[in-house]
């Protein structure tokens, strides 16, 4: 959950609030235009994603100077050549006013622009007025995923943050403990791939704060940190797609002569077993779940992640709901809430945001249901 006032926090519950989106630019993280309106905003973060933040949006300019913002050439304005947008919002009720930061975006495509010229009544160079941009972005993980290894390579720190500053190039947020890197450990191509591995000895996910800083977000499910009440709409969804019922973890032996280091677990019962009892195939079948890592470096280690994730993925997205509900800026991938069902006479359920999206005045979120 994003980190706000209290009195925030009573104004968004009170229901009674303005918003605006707004929005600087920064190049080499140094402001080029601040406090930009944003036109038609859209912005939306998706937990199962490698690049998790994408937006959209216009920014409306007018200069007394005749400038325009649609860009030509690399180093314009807005172009979109390692410009970032930091997207906020302002909420407004009464006196009160507090802004928000919502997430740091790099430009991607300028997928148009438009610009509105006058020309004097007595003739002379048609003299801009006012110019428009729509704008595509991603979060800062859309620069890292770029810039891939040009060939193997091994990390150059044991310290599992400094090394996921240096994949990154970004600041960092330190959420977890640290822990030490396996020498053994070898990068390929994706760096993103690289980030993973270094985060999951730790079970947790690479994420970025809304400043756009590196940090680190635990599998495991925290405490609800609030209720979803006042839904619009919350449909139930069940899908088989990425439910497992088998896994398979392999790790790396530092003896190059050494046994490969395989584990693999399975349900034998329930409705969700790989098999029946007589050895045919189960009404579900099998699904399996592979999981790789060089920092898994004896089998008793690999053992112990299959032992963990079993029970993790033959459950995890297997009962989704949709929630609508009024603008929210507060939500975050990875946030657990307690929600409040009025179309089932007040049932509560735990629920884990999976995706968030902010479009127009409202909020969406796709939440996974503890089972």
Not at 9 to 33: E, H, K
Not at 60 to 72: A, E
């Amino acid at each position: 959950m994003r980190e706000v006032s209290e009195q925030a926090r009573r104004v968004l519950a009170s229901g009674v609030y303005d918003i605006t989106w707004t929005a600087d630019l920064l190049y080499d993280g140094t402001p080029r235009a601040q406090n930009l309106p944003l036109l038609d905003p859209r912005f939306s973060w998706d937990g199962g994603a490698k690049v998790q933040g994408r937006g959209s949006c216009g920014i409306l300019w007018s200069d007394v100077f005749g400038q325009s913002i649609v860009p030509r050439e690399i180093g314009d304005l807005f172009s979109p050549f390692g410009a970032e947008l930091q997207a906020d919002v302002i909420l407004a009720a009464g006196r009160f006013s507090e802004r928000i930061p919502m997430g740091r975006f790099v430009l991607d495509r300028v997928p148009s622009g438009v610009e509105y010229a006058v020309t004097h009544p007595r003739g002379g160079v048609p003299v801009v007025v006012e110019s428009q941009v729509q704008l595509d972005l991603w979060d800062s993980f859309m620069r890292v995923a770029r810039d891939g290894f040009p060939f193997p390579t091994s990390p150059k720190s044991t310290s599992m943050w400094d090394e996921a500053q240096r994949l990154t190039g970004l600041p960092v947020y330190r959420s977890l403990a640290d822990r030490t890197l396996p020498q053994n450990l070898t990068y390929e191509q994706d760096r993103l791939d690289a980030l993973e591995a270094i985060f999951a000895t730790s079970n947790a996910w690479p994420a970025l704060t809304p400043q756009g800083a590196l940090t680190a977000m635990p599998k495991d499910w925290p405490s609800a940190s609030g209720r979803i009440e006042g839904l619009l709409d919350a449909p139930l969804e069940m899908r088989s797609e990425n439910v497992y019922n088998r896994v398979v973890v392999e790790g790396k032996n530092p003896d190059p002569q050494g046994a490969p280091l395989i584990a693999v677990r399975e349900l034998t019962d329930g409705l969700l077993r790989v098999r029946n009892p007589d050895g045919s195939r189960s009404p579900f079948g099998g699904n399996t779940y592979r999981y790789s890592s060089d920092f898994l470096t004896t089998q008793a280690q690999c053992d112990a992640y299959a032992d963990e994730q079993l029970p993790r993925v033959s459950r995890i997205r297997a009962v989704t709901r949709t929630v609508t509900e009024p603008f929210n800026p507060l939500r975050e991938v990875g946030d657990v809430y307690t929600l409040v069902d009025p179309s089932r006479q007040g049932e509560e359920s735990t629920v884990r945001v999976r995706r968030v999206e902010h479009a127009g005045a409202t909020t969406a979120l796709e939440v996974e249901v503890a089972p």
